[in-house]
Each structure stands twice: as C-alpha cells, then as structure tokens.
C-alpha cells in the first residue's frame, strides 16, 4: 500500500485569495499528461499534501468539464492549513493523491430541480456541482442556489457569484448573518431565508446542502420540515481522514468508510449511521 | 495489609452523609487476585472495593479524567500517590476541597510476580503525606528520611559511557511509542504533550529510535522534581522498558546536589525547579 | 491436496529450526527486557520458539511495521524529487518461527481489510513470502479466549507448518498449506515418520482437547454480536470505560488493530513520510482541523473500539476483529479485560430490554 | 592514524563514527541577550579570532533555554552544544540564571547517563565585557568536540528505526 500513499507532483498554477482566510489553489499535473488521466466527478475529494508539512483532505471545487486545471480552496483552520496559507505561492510544487470517494448522484439529479444550500466554506464541493451542472444546464429544470455566510467579506467565490447572478437561467440568493451598511439583500441564518424567502417547490426537487455541521444540523431540519423527503437531501459528510483508501480507519462512522462509502450521503443513509459525525 | 474493610466504610459513609459524587478506590478484576481500579458512583457498589498490597495503580490518574472532573472525588492514596496528589493540589489541578483523601500508611505492594515491587523496597515515603483520614499505623517512623539512591542507577554509572549508551539504545530501540507511559503518569495532565506536536520540522510520531529517545528524553526532563516513582509507566509500558532509570537518574542528581527534598512531599513546594540556591554547584560552567 | 505430517521428538524439531535458520530469513521472539518481540534471528540460542504467550508481542509489526517509510522526498531549486524508499525489508523470503496459533488467525482477520477495494500490495507482498510455523499452545493462559472466537482451528491456514506437542510425547509438524510442505520437504534433515493429517489426527486432536478443556474464559460470541450492535446509546459505556487511562497501549500490542497515521518529518531540505501506528483510544484521532471532534469523550472512544472489534468489522467484512489473544488485557496498566467489558455490556444491554 | 581517532571517540564505538577529513563540528551556542551575546559581539568588535564552528542562537536570558532545545539540536545538526549567560548575580532578570543553572546540571546529567559525553553540553557564564573569555570558550568547546568526533547518536536524519 505504500505506494498508493505516494502523492503525484503538482503545479500550484494561481492562488485566489477568495476571504482573508480562504485561498483557492488552481493545480495542473507537473508531468504531460497526467491532467488528462485525471478524471474525477463532483463530490470527490483529493489527499492534499505541502511537502514538509503534511498531508490534509480537501474536495476538489471545480469541475472536470472545466478542462487543463483543478481547484482546492482552503481554509485556515489547523496547522498544515495555516502552513499552506504561508508558504504556497504560484509556481509551488505540492503533492496530489487521488482522486477518493464518491460523488454526487449524477444520475439521479438529472431531470430534477436543483437547490443548492451552502455555507461558508461549504460552497467549495457545491461549486464543483454548480459548475458541471451549468455545463449541462439542459439536463435540469430549476436551479436555485442559497449562499449564506457570517459576512460580506467571508463570501468565497465572488467573481463567480457574479456570474451566476448575471445567468438569467440562475436564481440565486445569498444572505450574511449579520446586517451590515453596504450589504442590500437577505440578512439571517441559512435555515430562516431558506423558509421566508426561497421557499423550495418540493416536487421533482433535489437539495445539495454542504457547510458547517451546526448549519448542515439546522438546514436538514428545515428541510424536512417544509417538507422534503431524506432520500432527495443530498450532503457531504466532513470527517478526519488520512488514508483515502479506506484502510486507517479514521473515518469509520460505524461499518460505513466515510472516504470509500462517502463523503457524499443522502439523509436517508446518514440516518442509519450511529450519531458520530 | 489488608484495609478493604475501612475503605468500604469510609466510602459508604461518604456517600451517605453526600459529600462525595464518585469515589475512586480499587477492586478485585474478577478472576485472579490482580485488581482494577474503579469509580464508583453508586452507594450500592462500595462492597467491591478492596484495598490489598494488590492495589498498584496509582490512583490520581484519574483526577485528571472527564470522569472526576467538576465533582467531588474521595480517593484511596499510599505514600507514592499522595505525592502525586500533593503536586497536582500546588499545581492547581485539582481542588483540595473537591477531594476526600483516604491515605493509607503503606507497606509496599507486589508486582505480578507477587514479589515486592522495588520502588517500594527502596520507597522513602511510605506513609500518605495528604488525607482526610489515615488508615493502619505509621511505617516511616519519626526522624528525617534518609535518600536511599537507586541501585540500577549506580551500577550503570559505574559503566563505561560506551557501554550505558549501547544499554540505552537498546532501551529506545525497543520502544514502540504508544505513549502508555505518557497517558499514566499522573503528572502528566497536559491537555496536548509537546511531543505530539504536528509539527514534521519536530517528530511526528513515527516509531524510530530517535523519535523514541526525543520523547522519553523530554518526557523525563518534563518529569525532573516532579516524578514520584510510583511507576505507573513501568506498569504500562508493553515493551516493560526500564523507564524509571531516567527519573531516578534525574531525582538523584537533584537530590544529591540541591539538598532537596523528594517531590511532592511537602504541601505547597512545587519542586527542585521552581527555586534556587546560591549555593548550587558552579564548577560544570565555565 | 492433501500435506503431509511429520512425526518426530524434541530433539529433531530442535534440528529443523536449526536447519531453518541456516538456509532462511528467520523471525522469532527474541527477550529484551523480560519482554519478547520478534526480531531477526541466526541462531536458536538466541530465541525462543515457545515464549509465553503473556509475554509475547504479536507478529503483527512483521507485516504491517510499527513504522513503514512511505516516500522520501527533495526539495531542490529544480522543484520536488519524490522517491520510493529503498526495498522493503519484509517483502523477503522469509520464517517466522514461534508464531502463536492467534498471531496466525489474526493475519486471516487482517487479510480482509488489506485486500478490499484498494488492495494492500505490500501486504499481500509480505503475507505470500512468509512461511509461519506456529506452535499451538498447550495451555490456556490466564486472559486468552481464542477458542470462543470460532474458527475452523483443524483448517486454519494462515499459518503453514503447526508444531503440536502431542499427548504421546512426540511432536507433530503439520503443513498446513504448500509452502510448509516445501519447507518441511527441503529442510527437514533428521529422521521422521511421515504420515497423513489424517493418521495424525486422533493425537492432534487430543492435544487440541486438552488445550481447549484448559480456558477459563468462554464467551458466546454470536450473542455479543447480536447484543452490542443494538445498544449503541447505553450508558453502560460510559461506566465501563470509567477506569480506562486513554493509555492507546491495547491498539499498539492488539494483534488484528490496524489504523494507522501519515506523518511526515523533515530535515532541511529532505523529508520523510512515514505510515505508523494509531489508536482510536487517542483523544486527537478524529480531531479535525475546526475543532470538530465526533468522539470528543473517552466513552466514545471506547464503544467505536469494542463496537468495531465486535460489531462493525463483522458487518462489513464477517469476522470479529479480535482473536481473543488477551495480549491487550495483559498490556493494560489497569488490567481491564476487554472480555470482561463486552461481556458485561451485552449483558447489561440484555437486562435492559 | 585511525585507531588514534578512534582511541579518542569516547561516544560509542561505530567504525563511522570516524571523523571524515576536514571534517568541522557544529556547534549551537545558545547565549543569553544581556551578557554573553554582547560579550560576543565585544570578541567581533575587538577583533578577537574564535572558531566559525559555532552557529549563534540568542535567546533573552538562559533560563529561557529550555532542555528540550538541548536534545532537539543535538538530535538535528549540532555535534555540541554551547549555552552562555550572565554570570550568578548578574541576571537583567535578577534570578533567571540561578534557575538555568539547576536545570543545566539535570539535563547534563542525564544525557550523559544515556551516552552523550559531558563534553557536549556545555556551559558558561560570560559578562558583557569579557570579549576575550568568550573566545577561549569558544575555542575550548570546539577543541572538546573536535576530538570527540562527529555525534551520531540518536540523529534525526537517519530516518531510519535503527
């Protein structure tokens, strides 16, 4: 096993600075050729690694039908993260294992109307599924996406925000938690503008909902209680993992690997998993 | 040494009179005569406890558990433990008045082997040196104490350096670092070790010799003034390394240059390293 | 196919661990510290085959090290070198001598999780080189429990040559899978009567009797596993798990406990990346980054441990991720025996409902 | 030539230990800000020679040198290690060195209880004007570990169990 655990050498191509403590890495393979091997889907998460520090898991939050490059936005939250955040510039060589776990059911959100419920940092593995699905617009009927974050200045992804709002076919709402002088629209908690101002159609519809465990807690119990069925409540499990590969154990939720049977869970499966998330 | 049933009186009064939400004491595991402690909450479960020269296991481990957190703990301590007790009380981890100490004027205990264990053979404090309440008669005597140095420690420093280095390379060649010494020393109440630091520059908890001797070394250095020798790591250790040579090494030169006496051994002292003298030895320094 | 059985004594069982050694890579307990681990051995004096069982670390490291280099790297001005380490010391033809009968069953156990999806092949590298010749105790110790733990012990072939001491006075060697035929055929020197298994099996079947009448511990696993796996929410852990010091040391003797951790260490401009041991009794084993913790107390992380041993495990893969070796109950410093806590849980549990 | 090195090599007998030619000790010196850092700096300005072997660390009183900096340099690359500070009395911080030196004479004992040579971890008390002082420990030092060879005990770069 031990050279399933060996990273492939990536290129840090661009570094974003979405919020001060947010940063977008854009990756291409060092070796020709790779990047086009490298196939992936929505939801799939990479094993990260800043040679000399260590070796972090992150979703990929870009999309394969975006070709030549990936995506990994980071938050500085532990040590190696606070360590990439210092020290990874445009032109650095980081390590790459992956890509783990499964993805978004493609299958069966097709057709469906699409709401999208993120927060904070929670919109990365939803972007990576906002932008295949705006690949594909076709394939789905309404597409809502509900941003919220603790302020104006924690919003990730602004430019493409501005995209989406400007795609007339995108309705999106965002909201910040607090009220602030510039900020115009919707000030609350996700849970609350998700109740009184999009107010879901719950037929033919699917909700992807990814953020901080309090806020995934306080939505899915929203959700429910407008109505939606746990099997079309679609959400992303964070657990501390290191292997990938199913085999350190760290992420054993019960019988369930959440980094081979995950990270991607319907409600409907996360409740028959034990109460350890 | 026999005190199972003034512990159990002692306990069930306790409870009783509600002074106590958990007491901490030891029973018998159920099939030998080896013992493991428990925590009791229930005044239904005092008739397990037990107190024999069986009861090894030095209790104030569990002080710093979720466990007796916040509540009011009556605890069972020897010689050995109460030291460690008095050290957690000036380092203020526990409360004093939180706790209801039954000490025990202590005879020594036996190893699995049933044959004394040799801290107890050279032990200088038998007798608990904090309590609430004593229990069997003093085994100290009066008088001052007399420091008895460790004879595995003289014999190796009696060794050439080659060959105490080939002896201790063994010894950290065979750890296997899972920190069980760490995690049962009683002192050792730090909510994150420096040694497990994820930090690469540093060691990041690969099992190499190096990273062995770094954290056991800093361990022990930790550990200097404050170690108690009640040898709960020995006890611990899979690998049965000879742990307690560092600290006795530790304690004996603190012992023997500082006139200092034992760690924990007076209320309130916090130990070789909190204060000075002007005459400590000078002629190492240039 | 059928293997044969040698029948020999003492002294001739001495003679093919000694022609062993010489022809072979050969493994076995070796005392340090009152203690026996395996190591690299060349001459039998220096071992012990038949090493207490109490003292005995398991033949786990042998296979999956405490500690495995999983890459090197460099950072040069050019950009990252990343290298392969150098061979893998235990991917060698290699005998492991003085096994014991639950070292071998644990590699069974092991063999499950290394080789779904993702497959392990280091591993499975190590596991096919290897020759296991493992001696069946004659006696039970004090907290072993093996025999509860079901197992086709006649057919157990994760082990290759079974050494019994039988009732008669002589020694059996038993190949149990090809590779112990080959090795018995090509170093067995000293006269031995060769028989079939099945000539040999009254008296092997004796051995293993008494062996089995010797256990003082029995405990019906089906039940256990049945019970536990209703009683996730019981309080019952909570107050087992009471005098539990969080000391990891049962994960790092467990002989079938396998998570690990990735590391890495740097010096200058080179580092390493090591894969070692870990322990879900750990308080930091699933601390993530945020803070977040889903098993933040000790109780929690004592129920994922017997819930994975006896629960879990045997959902996904069907077995019990233990073998009742009784090697974590000896390691404990506060002697807490993990039969006698899942015992006592399911028993609770069944009080309950 | 050989087996005079080797007789010298007090640390453990490995044939690599063996110094390779024109080999230099590193040598950590960890010197307190107020008196041996300025003593140091009064041996540059003065223009006194003192061996490059050592790399200058300075901390801001030498009870701010911690045992764990010992083991971690004598573990990465210092083949010995130098700790200075204000002579007994003189402490900008009125006691810290009365405490250092406690834990000095532990920590120098222990690690040559496991093996390291006392001639390794040393140390000295060097004022502010004693520019010349701090070259001949310097000088002394280097000479010490010179003829101990380099340290191969316990060294981190191994990367190895062994």
């Known amino acids: ?14 570094v974003i600075q979405e919020t001060p403590d947010i940063r977008t890495y854009r990756l291409t393979f060092r070796e020709e050729g790779l990047m086009d091997q490298f196939s992936y889907l929505p939801g799939q998460f990479v094993e990260f690694s800043l040679l000399g520090s260590g070796e972090c898991t992150f979703c990929i939050s870009s999309s394969a039908t975006r070709k030549g490059y990936f995506d990994c936005s980071i938050k500085k939250a532990g040590v190696v993260t606070a360590d990439i955040h210092t020290s990874l510039e445009e032109g650095d060589e980081v390590g790459i294992r992956g890509p783990f776990g499964n993805w978004f059911p493609l299958e069966d959100i097709k057709g469906k109307n699409l709401l999208f419920v993120g927060g904070g940092i929670g919109l990365a593995p939803l972007r990576s599924l906002i932008q295949y699905c705006i690949d594909n617009r076709s394939d789905y009927k309404d597409f809502t996406i509900l941003y919220g974050a603790r302020t104006s200045a924690d919003m990730c992804y602004k430019d493409e925000i501005k995209e989406w709002q400007d795609n007339k076919s995108l309705n999106v709402v965002l909201t910040i938690d607090k009220p602030e002088e510039t900020w115009t629209t919707n000030v609350g908690v996700v849970p609350k503008i998700l109740e009184e101002v999009v107010k879901p159609v719950i037929e033919n519809t699917k909700v992807i909902t990814c953020g901080p465990p309090i806020m995934i807690k306080y939505t899915i119990q929203s959700l429910v209680k407008l109505g939606f069925a746990d099997k079309d409540i679609i959400t992303t499990l964070e657990m501390k993992m290191q292997c990938g590969l199913g085999k350190c ?7 369930t690997y959440v980094c081979k049977d995950g990270p991607v869970f319907t409600n409907e499966q996360l409740k028959s998993l034990p109460d350890e998330f | 040494m026999n005190y199972t049933k003034q512990i159990q009186d002692i306990a069930a009064k306790l409870f009783a009179e509600g002074k106590i939400d958990v007491f901490v004491g030891y029973r018998m595991n159920g099939f030998d005569e080896n013992q493991v402690p428990v925590l009791i909450t229930d005044p239904q479960d005092v008739s397990k406890l037990v107190f024999t020269d069986k009861s090894v296991f030095n209790l104030v481990n569990y002080l710093k558990t979720d466990h007796t957190r916040r509540k009011r703990v009556g605890i069972v301590v020897k010689g050995c433990d109460s030291r460690s007790l008095n050290l957690m009380l000036t380092e203020s981890q526990v409360k004093r008045e939180n706790l209801y100490v039954v000490g025990i004027c202590c005879e020594g205990v036996v190893d699995d082997a049933g044959e004394k ?3 107890c053979t050279d032990c200088m404090v038998p007798d608990a040196v904090v309590s609430d309440e004593m229990l069997g008669t003093a085994v100290s005597g009066s008088g001052t104490l007399t420091y008895k140095k460790n004879a595995d420690i003289v014999a190796l420093a009696e060794k050439p350096l080659t060959e105490r280095a080939a002896y201790f390379e063994e010894v950290f060649e065979n750890c296997i670092r899972c920190n069980a010494c760490r995690h049962s020393c009683p002192l050792c109440y730090c909510a994150k070790c420096c040694i497990d630091q994820e930090t690469a520059t540093l060691y990041n908890g690969a099992n190499t010799t190096s990273a062995a001797f770094h954290a056991l070394m800093t361990w022990s250095l930790h550990l200097a003034g404050r170690c108690v020798d009640c040898r709960n790591c020995e006890k611990a250790c899979p690998s049965h390394l000879p742990l307690h040579l560092l600290h006795k090494q530790n304690e004996s030169v603190i012992y023997e240059n500082f006139q200092e006496h034992l760690a924990g051994v007076i209320p309130e002292d916090r130990g070789a390293f909190y204060k000075y003298s002007l005459k400590d030895p000078d002629d190492f320094i240039m | 196919m059928s293997f044969t059985t040698f029948v020999t004594d003492k002294a001739g069982l001495q003679k093919f661990y000694e022609a062993v050694m010489a022809s072979r890579e050969t493994y076995a307990p070796v005392e340090k510290f009152g203690k026996f681990d395996f190591k690299r051995v060349a001459r039998l004096s220096e071992c012990d085959p038949v090493s207490p069982i109490a003292k005995t670390l398991s033949i ?3 296979f999956f090290p405490r500690t495995a280099k999983v890459m090197k790297y460099v950072a040069t001005s050019a950009g990252t070198d990343v290298s392969e380490v150098d061979e893998d ?4 033809k290699r005998v492991i001598l003085g096994a014991k009968h639950c070292d071998a069953r644990s590699l069974q156990v092991l063999d499950k999780v290394y080789n779904w999806d993702y497959i392990d092949t280091d591993y499975q590298k190590r596991r096919e080189n290897t020759v296991i010749i493992s001696t069946r ?25 079974l050494v019994v001491n039988g009732a008669d006075g002589k020694t059996y060697l038993e190949a149990r899978t090809a590779k112990g035929e080959a090795l018995l055929g090509e170093t067995f020197t000293s006269d031995a009567v060769r028989v079939t298994k099945e000539e040999a099996a009254p008296e092997m079947k004796k051995q293993y009797d008494a062996f089995a009448a010797s256990f003082r511990l029995k405990m019906d696993y089906k039940e256990v596993n049945a019970k536990l796996a209703k009683i996730f929410d019981t309080p019952e852990f909570e107050n087992v798990s009471g005098n539990c010091v969080s000391c990891n040391t049962c994960a790092f003797v467990c002989p079938t406990c396998h998570c690990f951790k990735i590391s890495d260490e740097k010096v200058k401009d080179t580092g390493v990346r090591y894969k070692s041991y870990d322990s879900c009794n750990n308080g930091y084993f699933t601390l993530m980054a945020g803070g977040h913790n889903p098993r933040p107390v000790k109780y929690r992380r004592w129920r994922q441990r017997a819930m994975h041993k006896f629960v879990y495990y045997k959902e996904r893969f069907g077995e019990n991720l233990c073998v009742g070796c009784g090697k974590c109950t000896i390691s404990c ?21 | 030539m050989e087996a005079e090195v080797k007789d010298q090599l007090v640390s453990i007998e490995k044939p690599e230990l063996i110094a390779p030619p024109n080999w230099e000790p590193v040598i950590m010196g960890i010197l307190c800000n107020w008196c041996s850092y300025a003593g140091s700096d009064l041996t540059g300005t003065s223009r006194i020679q003192y061996p490059p072997n050592i790399r200058i660390i300075r901390v801001p009183c030498s009870s701010r040198v911690d045992p764990w900096f010992l083991i971690k340099s004598l573990q990465t690359t210092a083949d010995g290690v130098l700790v200075s500070g204000c002579h007994p009395g003189d402490c900008h911080y009125i006691s810290g060195n009365y405490f250092a ?11 040559n209880f496991v093996g390291f040579h006392e001639n390794r971890i040393q140390f000295s008390w060097v004022s502010a004007a004693e520019g010349p002082k701090f070259a001949k420990v310097v000088n002394k030092v280097t000479e010490d570990i010179k003829k101990l060879g380099p340290l191969h005990l316990y060294k981190k770069e191994n990367f190895e169990k062994k």
Request: glycine share 4%; proline share 5%.
């Open chain 1, 1 to 14: 096993m031990e050279q399933l655990l060996v990273p492939m050498i990536c290129k840090v191509d661009k």
């Open chain 1, 249 to 255: 154990g760290r992420c054993n939720i019960g019988s």
């Open chain 2, 117 to 119: 264990m040799q801290n």
């Open chain 3, 60 to 62: 786990k490291p042998l």
């Open chain 3, 89 to 92: 010391p235990l991917a060698v």
């Open chain 3, 137 to 161: 105790c004659d006696k039970a110790d004090t907290h072993c429990f093996c025999t509860s733990l079901d197992y086709d012990v006649e057919n157990l072939d994760a082990l290759d040559v």
């Open chain 3, 333 to 353: 410093p506060v002697n807490i025996s993990i039969f006698e806590v899942v015992s006592q849980v399911s028993a609770a549990a069944g009080n309950r409902q």
């Open chain 4, 101 to 111: 030196r406690r834990r000095f004479l532990v920590t120098k004992k222990l690690l």
